[in-house]
């Protein structure tokens, strides 16, 4: 298994699946190789991992294959892309990337970087589809970098700001540009303090210790030496700058002139929760930057001129493009015909698709067969296939409710021994609704009593079924709402 | 109550409050009119409306106070805004609105329009923040309708168009076109049916019967002859066009030279559904052409600078921004400070202030006290507040499921009559939880015979209490979930 960067959305999956492939042995970077380790951690009941660490010079023989690295550009130190040499030429995956540039010139770094490509046969290529979307090149990184060395140096009062803890090259820049200009750094959140104590550790970041401070020293500095680096820049509930926002974090009040930095995207879904943020925010009077009005934060994926500029470096045989949804695939596709590629030379896959390249490396095709691929359902414990049942009722309950009867049928006469009992939740506001339930007492005892009469022995599903059916009728009559209908009903 | 124009998110709520209110006579222009009417049809209990139609020339006296109208450019014709006089100036209501324009120049019926202000007091003004946190001038209607016409006119084979069906005045003109250049119409959602019959029958659209087609017309005519207009741009479920999409549509099938337009912007929230519909378009090889690469959705709201152009215009003595999240509220009085308004002439209000304007004009006042309000609820048929109780359970509901245990107990011994049942839903699959079952009815068994062991009689909220939380617990221990548990103890 080899691994190219440190993001969650490539490591996170490790506990889920490693034992089900075998414990294979994992290679990967530095960095990498420490927060997967620090991941595995809160999975105390998998054995211990077999990491490799290598170096972007390194060649693995893994069987009889070589497999070669590359450095590429992203917001985390150590990313890789992977080179897997064949008879037929190499397989190139990028992995996550960008390019580092000035004004969509590539520079010397990127050139030199992916020269190692211009006099090898490149069979096959899959590349970063994320932002190919995009017109012309990302925002380079030292743009943002530069916006906030200048937030951080200039702002008059407390700096509260909000990023991704994954965004380490970043986070790392500003606690050293904060160390410089003389503000104490407050950092928010458990796994950017994680992530921050791993890259000191590593000796990347070099900063002194004085440099971080507790929140019971805040009340002690002048507002304009404080900066505050805080998760939740997505608007999550429980994260620290939504409880800062909604008055809830038990060290930080927001100030009237506080200015609050969100250095980030908004992940899509997130757009609601992320408004929220800045709602409440707002309200209580801070100043917000984001990154419609200033760069403040640049993606980690490459636009579609940097993609243009990647295809012609490594200028594959094949292509198939890789992460973003299908519609990106397609997009990326278009791409790579625009630098020469024929339709016949181009996979576009769906998770699953098993991808051949055929006669000696003549030809690429998608098999009809898929490997086995479905979304895994992490549920408290359990660990596996969405169970569709379990699902579908959630959704029930979430929009209707449900709706328990409990009938105590004398079995001899099959009358009802006494009223029967409803026990029902997220249906009606039951205070409100005695009426309700009053009638739908009624209708389960004469149902169940009509259904019962002459009946010797008394068939207690075909009852069960009759009061369901007459009950959700009537619940539906009246509410318009169907929740889930249970009934018990026991022969006593 | 006067109603500026016949969007959903203006008058959706008229069926809500109106019987809440008492019936007040409704003051509205023809196509509003005609839509609240139309809405109202759906909610057949209610009474009558008193609907008044107004043109924008008219002067309504309400009680003493004199109410006149001005026309606004909005994406649905008949759109105004509202001019209440008062003896210390006008109060300005523009409701949502954009500015036609070249090139950020308004056109001469929109200084025609807000010519009206030029000599008159202004005491007060409420406008619409939706869009003042873009930059410039928003991209008019007349570029929209200039590419749509091309594109209609153009395509090579069938074209399908996604959009809003509030965007009746788009929707207008791309019939107009089909029968200019010889397309053929088939509508493919209610609302969209609806509303396109309702300016034919106003005379606002006139275009021949023939230019509509049914859905069984479509195999017989050339895809070059073909338009589909669809609602469901947004990707919602049910809509047509995501029908189209995953294949459950009865008449429509995407073909591989299909060009598709998302002739609509993404309303907050619908991003992955927008996703999914763009996805699986793609992938039955259909040509999607979307606002990120052409013109072919403008916004009904004004931008930063069309705003401040309002603003001067209108030039208020006070002002109070509306329509948008409390953030947009705040950049918006932003706005009104660089037209030169003064901190204290501003409010920026929250849901349910009051404001006041006292001394005579002089001056502008947030009281203390709110105005009754809240979000109602729309559940089934019922209508009301939002029962706290029932949406904490649903939402425990919808993540943990539910878990009832019912139990027969000889209220003599306090001994079980026989092993306990249990009812769960939305909780584990069950199938493979009988061990996990098996557990639960034994710790059930045990927490009740040893609660009752000696208690006579038997107290049975006791011994539920004690049964509830073992079983959490244990549920808890087990799979780290926390159904909702609910008891039944009988004594028979």
């Known amino acids: 298994m080899f691994i190219t960067h440190g993001h969650l959305d490539h490591i996170g999956g490790i506990p889920y699946v490693i034992d089900r492939i075998g414990y294979p042995p994992i290679f990967t970077r530095r960095l990498t190789a420490i927060m997967i380790k620090k991941r595995q951690e809160e999975f105390p009941h998998l054995k211990p991992l077999d990491i490799h660490e290598v170096e972007k010079e390194d060649t693995i023989k893994a069987g009889n294959t070589r497999v070669r690295f590359f450095s590429v550009t992203h917001t985390i130190p150590d990313a890789m892309g992977i080179i897997i040499e064949t008879p037929y030429g190499d397989l190139v995956f990028t992995g996550d990337l960008k ?4 004004d969509g010139v590539p520079t010397a770094e990127e050139e030199k970087e992916f020269a190692i490509f211009k006099d090898r046969k490149i069979l096959f290529l899959a590349a970063d589809s994320t932002n190919v979307e995009k017109a012309g090149f990302s925002i380079p990184e030292s743009t943002v970098k530069k916006n906030m060395d200048e937030i951080i140096a200039t702002t008059p009062g407390r700096l509260i700001i909000g990023t991704f803890s994954s965004q380490l090259e970043r986070l790392m820049r500003m606690v050293e540009q904060a160390e410089k200009v003389g503000r104490k750094v407050l950092v928010e959140g458990r796994s950017m303090k994680v992530n921050l104590e791993i890259v000191r550790h590593l000796g990347l970041l070099k900063v002194n210790d004085k440099t971080f401070i507790g929140a019971e020293s805040l009340e002690s500095l002048p507002d304009s030496k404080v900066l ?32 609050i930095v969100l250095s980030s995207s908004i992940v899509p879904g997130n757009e609601r929760s992320v408004q929220k943020l800045k709602d409440n925010l707002s309200r209580q009077g801070a100043r917000i930057i984001h990154r419609d009005q200033m760069d403040v934060h640049a993606s980690g994926h490459a636009n579609r001129d940097e993609t243009f500029w990647i295809h012609q470096k490594i200028n594959p045989r094949f292509f198939m493009p890789l ?36 006669d000696e490396g003549q030809k690429i095709v998608r098999l009809k067969e898929m490997a086995p691929n479905s979304l895994r359902l992490v549920d408290g414990f359990a660990i596996g296939d969405m169970q569709e049942v379990v699902i579908r009722d959630r959704t029930v309950l979430a929009a209707e409710g449900m ?12 009358r009802l021994r006494k009223s029967p009992d409803i026990i029902s939740r997220g249906f009606v506001y039951l205070r409100e609704s005695q009426d309700l339930l009053q009638q739908a007492r009624i209708i389960i005892k004469k149902t169940i009593e009509d259904t019962t009469k002459g009946m010797q022995p008394v068939n207690f599903d075909y009852v069960k079924n009759n009061v369901t059916d007459a009950v959700a009728r009537f619940l539906f009559e009246k509410t318009n709402k169907r929740p889930i209908v249970i009934p018990v009903v026991l022969g006593v």
């Not at 390019?99 to 000035?102: A, F, G, N, S, T």
């Not at 576009?348 to 991808?355: Q, S």
């Open 403 to 414: 709706f328990v009867i409990i009938a105590t049928v004398n079995p001899k006469t099959g």
């Open 99 to 102: 390019l580092d540039h000035v």
């Open 323 to 358: 992460h973003g949804y299908h519609y990106m695939l397609r997009v990326h596709a278009d791409i790579a015909k625009a630098c020469g590629r024929q339709e016949n030379e181009i996979v576009v896959p769906d998770n699953g698709a098993v991808i051949e390249i055929q």
């Open 228 to 259: 505050i680096l805080a998760t939740g820049a997505q608007g999550d509930e429980f994260a620290a700058l939504m409880r800062i926002a909604v008055k809830t974090h038990k060290h930080v009040k927001i100030k009237k002139n506080d200015t």
